[in-house]
């Protein structure tokens, strides 16, 4: 057992992952990560793939603590998280109120951006009237309201095969999603930054070799180049750091949470945009999250084990009427 473990005893870790979303796979890759993490520091785990019984499952192994590592709905977007809170059961990243904003592209705008908060403006349009025109001037960028991961973004040029307008045959996210965001296209370099335990890691920048940084570039090893860290100036890293901790504390996010930009080098400190704010960032060998924390000085292990102390922290001051934010 490690001697520089970040809690003080073993708990009985019930890991929640996979379930029917696009992301699946990455959960389970981010849930089997976690549970061999808590399982080297000693903790016993219960490993739940899930499904329409979850509660009934969660109730039988009786779990000190529920480790959410499942991403979009309804693991990320307040389903998970309000059953938990009904069944009692402490759980880790952030709570109902906080996932049902934060998984939305536009109640997110609406939180983050009367704080100051720079996010791209935009606004929400029907799939079918972009058969009849473009909603903003091209290039703009069309995504899923409520996808995390970049799943479902299309970005739509002057040269893209879309059409003009766009076809109703040509593949897209308007084939799949009845409304869409509709936002204007940063030119630029794309930027994360994550929070764990209240402190904003570092800056990371994203370099795809291909095309834009979609779900695929995301989780298929080799495709993107991770700079950590960034090779940007110091202010700009400075208020990705700020923006990050603004936007996890306004949002009332726990445990940890990884904030996404879009970088116009050409502007300066006013061509940083907040894209998104993600409460339940993946856990991958190739995620963010645990790259900035390896390069801050913590291990895998310690970074699990940190986000498992914060829900136990959160809950027990939950319980003897402490201080603890909405989320």
Partial sequence: MS???VLDR??????LMGG???ERPVSLMSGNGVADALEARGHRVTRIDMDRDVAARIAEAKPDVV?????GVPGEDGTVQGMLDLMG???????????VIAIDKELTKQALVPHGIPMPGGRIVRSEDLYQADPLARPYVLKPVNEGSSVGVAIVTEESNYGNPIRRDAAGPWQEFDSLLAEPFIRGRELTTAVV???ALGVTELVPKSGFYDFEAKYTDGMTDHICPADIPENIAALCKQYALEAHRVLGCRGTSRTDYRWDDEQGEDGLFVLETNTQPGMTPLSLVPEQARFAGMSYEDLVETIVKDALD????AETGGEHGNG
């Fill in 197 to 199: 335990g209240g402190e």
């Fill in 10 to 15: 073993t708990y009985h870790v019930a890991v």
């Fill in 89 to 99: 059961v402490p759980y880790t990243h952030s709570g109902l109120a906080t996932s």
């Fill in 67 to 71: 480790f959410n590592a499942l991403h």
């Fill in 314 to 317: 959160y809950f027990a001051g």
């Fill in 20 to 22: 029917w979303a696009n």
């Fill in 3 to 5: 001697e520089n473990r």
